[in-house]
């Protein structure tokens, strides 16, 4: 499978020479109004169509929330991204992308609304279905998990395809699963009550990440690393998130899970997990999810005193955040775990908004050489540094020769930056793969 274990496809889906079905596509788009439908989900879905992922002739999208907009406005906020100034797409392909999309506005707990998008839904499908074919209806649930088990039950009561040609049923799922042990596992038990384990996708899109996807093929493809990956070789780990813009108007949800919940305990940690489990038996995602399973029950209770909060100045000014939130924004932890390969290495896992860059990287820092023989005054460490974004990239950092007819030491690189090593290469948005691998052809 394409892009791992954050996912799994139901069995039927693929037939043996991994050709994807055709038939009447409709994709909905739950929580439309929203800040991750806007930058991400209506993006991606773009970029699939301009990529022929989304043929027309079978495809229709559908924005779904409570806010009341029309059609047209919803269509000017997606237009809006996509020509502004965070992307630029052509115009032209723009207009005939955004012919597919329409838009339902109800609430997430009423009959009303799902009947309303199930009646839309079914007309789409009517009118795409020219010769008989079977009908799938993806629901991406672009929302706060709070309102997920409402939503999942409307989907199951008046949402289902219904044609009796076959097709199917799917919802994805954004994390935050929950907020805690005891949420996450009655949110699994509601959801699960209501859809069959292949119907349900959970997304985690650090995972459709090139070089998160990357983490795998270069610790164990890669004789370099095998020997060294490990307490003996390496001073610590920090896995590092930070963006240089705040909550931008999501405070409402954002307020009532923080920077833990938000980053570290599902982005970071899926990091962390690949960083420093074992190998697994083979690349099937049962396998690679054994492997986390273990390095997680590994991981030692973190200690109060490795953790440091913090929060924005001016969260609070966001209309949609409460006066007196004391939600953290900023969070550092240290995570150590016991076993024979990591005792004593701390992972740093440090995620923030608002601050003065926005980066996600893992730097891998070495032990120093014992027994120096160069007398360097501070001896440069050498340094593995895994750049997920922006410009993802890979560099090594090395202790060389100073050129020239000294014999002093200098700290250097060697350097895989993508842009220039796969020149004309377009990288895929993590979205765009997460979101084909739900309905779409497994790259070969
Ligand atoms: P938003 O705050 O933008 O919420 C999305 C939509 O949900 C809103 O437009 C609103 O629509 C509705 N909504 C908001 N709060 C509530 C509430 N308390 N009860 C019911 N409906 C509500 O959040 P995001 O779009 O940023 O995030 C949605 C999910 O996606 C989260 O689980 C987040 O973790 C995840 N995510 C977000 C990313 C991002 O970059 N934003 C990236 C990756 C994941 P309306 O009022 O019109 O119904
Ligand atoms: C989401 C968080 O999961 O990831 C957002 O909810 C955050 O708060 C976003 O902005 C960051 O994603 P990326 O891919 O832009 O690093």
Redesign the pocket.
């Known amino acids: 499978m394409g892009s791992s274990e954050w996912s799994h496809r139901s069995d039927s889906f693929w037939s043996n020479d991994n050709v994807a079905e055709t038939g009447c596509l409709s994709i909905i788009v739950l ?10 989900t209506f993006p991606a879905l773009f970029h699939l169509y301009c990529q022929g992922f989304l043929p027309p002739n079978e495809v229709h999208i559908f924005g779904y ?3 009341k907009i029309s059609d047209d406005e919803l269509r000017n906020r997606i237009r809006g991204y996509l020509l502004g100034e965070r992307s630029s797409s052509p115009s032209e392909d723009v207009s005939e992308f955004l012919k597919l999309v329409k838009y339902v506005s109800g ?2 707990d009423s009959a009303e609304g799902f009947q309303l998008l199930d009646k839309e839904i079914a007309m789409h499908e009517i009118s795409k279905s020219s010769q008989e074919v079977s009908c799938r209806r993806l629901f991406y ?7 997920y088990p409402s939503v999942c039950r409307m989907i199951r009561k008046y949402c289902m395809n219904k044609s009796d040609l076959g097709g199917w049923t799917r919802v994805v799922v ?3 699963f929950g907020k805690d042990l005891d949420s996450a596992e009655l949110l699994s038990s509601q959801i699960g009550e209501l859809f069959d384990e292949p119907q349900i996708y959970r ?1 985690d ?1 650090y995972l459709g990440k090139e070089l998160v996807q990357n983490l795998l093929v270069l610790r164990f493809a890669n004789r370099f690393f095998l020997p060294l990956w490990n307490r003996d070789n390496i001073d610590n780990v920090q896995i590092v998130f930070r963006e240089d813009f705040g909550t931008e ?6 307020d ?2 923080g920077i833990i919940r ?1 980053i570290i305990q599902n982005h970071l940690l899926q990091v962390f997990c690949l960083v420093a489990m074992e190998k697994p038996v083979s690349l099937k995602p049962e396998h690679i999810r054994d492997e986390k399973v273990k390095v997680l029950q590994s991981v030692l209770p973190i200690k109060d005193e490795e953790v440091v909060l913090g929060q924005y100045e001016g969260y609070r000014d966001d209309p ?1 955040v409460p006066d007196q939130s004391n939600t953290p924004t900023f969070a550092t932890v240290i995570l150590r775990i016991h076993n024979e390969r990591w005792e004593g290495v701390p992972f740093i896992l440090k995620a923030g908004k608002a601050l003065n860059s926005r980066k996600a990287e893992i730097r891998v820092q070495f032990k120093d050489v014992p027994g120096d023989i160069f007398k360097c005054e501070k001896q440069g460490r050498n340094e593995f540094v895994i750049r997920l974004q922006p410009s993802e990239a890979m560099y090594m950092k090395l202790t060389v020769k100073q050129p020239g007819l000294e014999m002093s030491t200098v700290q250097s690189e060697l350097d895989l930056s993508y842009k220039q090593r796969y020149q004309g290469v377009m990288i895929p948005e993590a979205y765009e793969r997460l979101i084909l691998d739900t309905y779409g052809p497994c790259p070969s």
């Open positions: 929580g439309a109004s929203g800040d991750l439908a806007k930058k991400k929330a409570r806010t609430s997430y649930l672009a929302l706060p998990p709070s309102v954004e994390k935050p997304i899109h108007g999501r405070g409402g949800y954002f009532e899970y938000d949609t």
